[in-house]
């Protein structure tokens, strides 16, 4: 008995990896990244410590004087640095010319000294004369520090006298990394932009799912019921198609159908209406488009569950109900509906799940367009996190959002595994015991 | 018994004598490049490297060294596409060792590590460097640092449809006067509102196509801001006016409304655009100088000069007439092998020289990178690029290096889209950018 509960666990071993991999890593990174403000510029492995003037900007109206002092760049010909160029195992008339001629003078920039250093008559060459530059290099501006300890040792070496609060201060502000925070979330529930998301991801996922997902695979459903064999299994391999064609092609598809050159416009062209690009041309027919596109894609699903459900239905209800002088519409109505009911809630719990996540048809098809009008939150989340014209992608935002669109899904998991009653299901049966 | 190990060990010793000196003699660099928005006119952007890779094979072998350089190329159509797996690739330590990407990538991606400098690998007071225009070297720098290397120039101008323009009643001397007439501020937003409804008006060309800008998000939409009065950086910090951006907002809220551009331009499939704007089917419509290549090369304009006049972005209320320029840029990515990433700095160095530039510059109808590439009688014998060059690069301005300023363009660009297609109000549009600044960008930012 324990043998085989140590086998049982072995045996699962496997798909516990996968699932702790692919199924909770996931989940889990997105939250650990929702609560930062991570994006392409803070980069995602952390950062560095870097007084550049860019962050100076920020220290002047914290720590005015100090800042004032950073902004110098000084490279100062001293001894120091002459030793060191010493050391770097260049001609030996290198650093004892500098020594001659140039001890003890301040340049302002790099460029500068660079000069002075090219200008020597045994001229370095283009590498020499950057580690050269660099052995005289006073000033903390553009150097980019790994650790706080670096930056704050290079401040004490430059002779900066900063107390404990002041340069904890000046780590703080010239971090390029990303940190800790919670602004993502206020950012979503104060965004206008985002409560129009929000609804819209609503719309998209109430319309797709009662017209085609749920309501047109049903009719479907019911319509092959009542047809000879043959014709019924034609039928929904046609409504297949649009779910097994890759979506690129399908959607493409779709967009020859409603371009201003495509077969919409040319049919209404003979009717003497100029042609327009009817996909985008208003926020309603965008909508209505990509809730086509979408439920085309999604009833043959339900179609088939129903389909299948239908066929176990025994054939005596039906042959009973015509001896008895039913019409179809009452069959539908007392006999199949009835029995549908656990088929039509498993559909509906498992099409909005998919529906909150799928974003990729509208993608393609209007891109969230027009003027944001058919942007759902799984979209905007792609967007935001990965897809930008500027390439700064806002990991953070877009973690953020992502989690919310997660905490739907499990919540409304949960729900749905209480309305079908989950533990029933699953509880063990009577006869084992 | 001896002879055995001793054998041995003269053979291994003559192994790694050979294996040494053969690493001394032949040296075998492989150097990816990737580069965005690359069509097929933009080929000189990879290809120039390979180009400067066989000079500095060349030069080696003068010093006596055997060096092998394997350039491995990699263009992407899209913009977004490249960025996304470029970045992706760098905090992956898989970047390609050179990079062509637009100027404004260097902010983020400086500050996050992904690039170094390259001002650290190569003389900037050398010949072809020290040649380029100072304006475009600064653009391409950051936080007072030469990041990049220019890799082309451009500017973003407005086109006109010539046979439309004389049929609303411009003579063949007022066309020729309308490029100075745009840059005196006497040909304004305004009166192009009224040309492109005239021209509608007449029958000339279609509802919404009067005037038919970018279908897409771009650098193409800071210079109506500009021309309205709007700055976009001031001493280091983004700068949201309030006044100029709802001028902005105004100007395309009101092009819909008059009818003269559609409600759903934005978004539509770029090759329609494209055939259209070369088949006469517009009637104004701004983009960029590299359109002439493409309008030339694939979408069969024969004759460019004989339809299309070109000008500054004009003026609006507030404003001055303006372009921009967008230089791509040779950047240098973060983590790899020091003297790969020193032969990198020096194949771009060597790409820069202005023959090898003009040949980009030509194919591709971008403009030159230095003073002496105008002189090269290649370059200057184009009528495109000489007229271009002349007429619009001294008015040319940037978009700022800063690392926020993707997060402005998104919030900017998405209310321009929603009060363009009536999704908001103008007002609302602008009330709504400046609340999301606010909460986003914080002191970051100066809203006015």
Redesign the interface.
Same mark, same amino acid.
């Given at each position: 008995m324990k043998s085989s509960r140590t086998l049982g666990l072995v045996m699962i071993a496997p798909a516990s990896v996968m699932i702790v991999l692919f199924f909770l890593m996931p989940v889990v990174l997105t939250a650990v990244f929702s609560m930062t403000n991570m994006t392409t510029a803070t980069g995602i492995s952390g950062g560095v410590y870097q007084i550049a003037p860019n962050s100076l900007i920020a220290l002047k109206s914290a720590l005015p004087e100090i800042a004032t002092e950073m902004a110098e760049p000084r490279y100062t010909i001293d001894e120091a640095g002459l030793k060191a160029v010493e050391g770097l195992g260049l001609a030996p008339g290198i650093a004892a010319e500098l020594r001659a001629k140039h001890a003890g003078e301040v340049f302002p920039a790099r460029r500068d000294v660079e000069r002075m250093i090219k200008d020597l008559a045994e001229r370095p060459s283009t590498r020499e004369v950057k580690q050269i530059s660099e052995q005289f290099n006073r000033s903390v501006l553009n150097t980019r520090f790994d650790s706080k300890e670096q930056l704050f040792s290079a401040l004490d070496d430059l002779g900066f006298k900063l107390t404990p609060e002041q340069k904890e201060t000046v780590a703080k502000i010239t971090y390029t990394g990303w940190t800790w925070t919670t602004d993502n979330f206020s950012r979503m529930a104060s965004s206008p932009d985002m409560a129009r998301v929000l609804f819209n991801t609503v719309l998209y996922v109430a319309l797709v799912l009662t017209l085609f997902n749920v309501g047109y695979a049903l009719l479907l459903a019911i319509w092959t019921h009542y047809m000879p064999p043959t014709p019924a299994s034609i039928f929904r391999g046609i409504w297949l198609l649009p779910r097994i064609t890759p979506v690129v092609i399908y959607v493409l598809l779709w967009k020859w159908l409603a371009w201003d050159s495509g077969f919409i416009s040319i049919l209404m062209g003979k009717f003497g209406y100029p042609p327009k690009n009817y996909l985008l041309d208003t926020a309603y027919n965008a909508w209505f488009f990509v809730v086509l596109i979408n439920g085309f894609i999604g009833a043959s699903m339900g179609m088939l569950v129903f389909s299948s459900a239908m066929k176990a239905i025994p054939k005596s209800q039906f042959y009973a109900s015509e001896v008895d002088g039913a019409s179809r519409w009452q069959q539908i109505r007392y006999i199949i509906l009835p029995q549908m009911r656990w088929p039509i809630l498993f559909v509906t719990c498992y099409q909005t799940l998919s529906l909150l996540a799928s974003f990729n048809e509208i993608l393609l098809a209007t891109n969230g367009g027009p003027g944001n009008a058919t942007e759902v939150w799984a979209l905007a989340a792609y967007h935001t996190a990965l897809r930008n014209y500027a390439g700064n992608l806002e990991y953070g935002l877009g973690a953020a959002m992502a989690l919310v669109l997660v905490v739907i899904g499990v919540m409304l998991s949960l729900v749905y595994l209480r309305v079908f009653n989950y533990g029933t299901l699953v509880a063990k049966p009577l006869i084992e015991d | 018994m001896t002879i055995l190990p001793t054998l041995k060990s003269l053979t291994i010793a003559a192994a790694i004598l050979a294996s040494s000196s053969a690493i001394v003699l032949a040296k075998d660099v492989h150097i990816s490049v990737w580069a965005g928005g690359t069509g097929p006119n933009d080929v000189y952007r990879l290809d120039a490297i390979e180009i400067a890779a066989q000079q500095l094979q060349r030069e080696a072998a003068l010093k006596g060294e055997d060096l092998k350089i394997t350039v491995e190329k990699k263009p992407y159509s899209a /913009?977004?596409d490249f960025?996304?797996a470029?970045?992706l690739a760098a +905090?992956a330590k898989t970047a390609p060792n050179i990079v062509v990407?637009?100027h !404004?990538?260097i902010? &983020?991606?400086s500050?996050?590590?992904?690039i170094v400098p390259i !001002?650290? #690998?190569? @003389?900037?007071?050398?010949w072809p460097l020290s040649d380029i225009y100072e304006n475009l070297l600064k653009i391409a720098s #950051?936080? *007072? =640092?030469v990041y990049g290397i220019p890799q082309d120039a451009e500017s973003r101008p407005m086109f006109f449809w010539k046979p439309y323009m004389k049929a609303i009643g411009y003579s063949d001397a007022d066309l020729d006067a309308l490029p100075q007439s745009v840059q005196d501020g006497k040909y304004t937003m305004k009166n192009l509102l009224e040309d492109a409804k005239k021209m509608q008006d007449k029958g000339l060309v279609? &509802? *919404?196509y009067g005037f038919y800008p970018r279908t897409s998000? *771009?650098p193409d939409y800071w210079q109506f801001y500009t021309s309205f009065g709007g700055t976009m950086e001031e001493?280091?910090?983004l700068v949201f006016d309030k006044a100029a951006m709802t001028r902005t907002y105004q100007f395309f809220a009101d092009a819909v409304k008059s009818g003269v551009t559609?409600? $759903?331009h934005? *978004?539509? &499939?770029g090759d329609?655009w494209w055939k259209e704007v070369a088949t006469g089917k517009a009637g104004i419509w701004d983009g960029g100088t590299w359109h002439y290549a493409r309008l030339v090369n694939q979408e069969g304009l024969k004759d460019f000069f004989g339809n299309v006049i070109f000008t500054l972005i004009p003026a609006g209320e507030g404003g001055k007439a303006n372009t921009l320029t967008h230089p791509l840029v040779y950047l240098l990515t973060a983590g790899h092998d020091q003297e790969d990433t !020193?032969i990198a700095a020096q194949l771009v160095k060597i790409a820069s020289e202005p023959r090898t530039n003009a040949l980009h510059a030509v194919k591709s109808a971008h403009l030159g990178i230095s003073k002496s590439e105008s002189t090269v009688d290649f370059y200057s014998a184009d009528r495109w690029t000489r007229e271009a060059t002349e007429r619009l690069l001294p008015h040319a301005n940037a978009m700022p290096n800063?690392? @926020?300023?993707?997060?402005y363009? $998104?919030i900017m660009?998405?209310n321009l889209?929603?009060? /363009? =297609?009536?999704?908001?109000t103008v007002d609302a549009a602008i009330g709504?950018a400046e609340? +999301?600044l606010k909460?986003?960008l914080g002191d970051k930012i100066v809203i006015r």
């Open positions: - | /913009w977004e960025k996304q470029l970045t +905090e990407s637009g !404004e990538d902010a &983020p991606w500050q996050a590590g992904l !001002e650290d #690998y190569v @003389d900037l007071d050398s #950051y936080n *007072g =640092t279609q &509802p *919404g998000n *771009g001493g280091g910090k559609k409600k $759903n934005i *978004g539509m &499939p329609q !020193e800063n690392s @926020d300023f993707g997060t363009w $998104n660009w998405k889209e929603a009060s /363009w =297609t009536g999704a908001k709504d609340s +999301e909460s986003t």
